[in-house]
């Protein structure tokens, strides 16, 4: 897929491949530098026809600042947060402006990001958190989410217990005991997704710990109208908050999370996380999908 013009709205799309240095890995976003001009109705019909689990809309912002106003919209609505399209933005903006530090004012407050650039030109982008917390889940919704999983609770990793984990969006955390577990996903779309709106989850983040600073990890995302996210920046930012708040994280702490392997589009995504702070890190790269 190219850049295009999407010529009814008169908007230039941008797509980029985020958490990776892959065009065909990581996860695509679409891209907005100027939505100025859409209101809401415009920018769902931009995200439905890219057809991404979620495109970013610059909506206003000041370059000499470098400040900027963000919203996401996956194919059915509007996302509070997106990660990934927050990191292919931030990259986009940093090819075009210089790398630097951005601050991206979105739904869940403000977002800052930093970028690099390596002797090759490459950006990648930190972004900080909105402050995270987890709490432990519920019987009932924990049942209702396995049952439409098809998972069992004997699938359940004993040492990392089932929470909703916030990092801008609420996430239900599920541990998979083994990896052959998480590698076989095949679960009901619409009983996932009716259970996921019944309760405000964007993803159900299915992780498996390899050791203490590597997780695997699986995204359903029925809600947005997606099987499944190839990396999820808003998950592994939940991530860091939940591991943090189970006591898994006793010192400053870096974590890798690869995702997306299952689906052919493998991706990195570094989070750390810092047992002081509330707020977590993550970091990963992005390239255009031209």
Known sequence: MTNETLTSASVEILRYAAFTSDPAGGNPAGVVLDAAGL????????AAEVGYSETAFVTAGDAASRRFRLRYFSPLAEVAFCGHATVATAVALAERLGPGALTFDTPVGEIPVTTTADGRGAVRATLTSAPTHSRPAQDAELDAALAALGWAREDLDPALPPHVAFGGNEHLVL??????????????FDALAEVMRSRGWTTVQLVHRENE???????????????????TGAAAAALGGYLRAVGEVGRPLTIHVR???????PSDLVVDVDPADARVRVTGGAVSMV
């Open 39 to 46: 209101d809401d109705a415009g920018m769902l019909a931009v």
């Open 175 to 188: 541990a998979a005991g083994t990896r052959a577990r998480l590698a076989r996903l095949s679960y009901d």
């Open 213 to 231: 600073r590597l997780f695997h990890a699986r995204d359903p995302f029925p809600v947005g109208g997606v099987v499944e996210d190839p990396a």
């Open 259 to 265: 995702q997306g392997e299952d689906m052919g589009r």
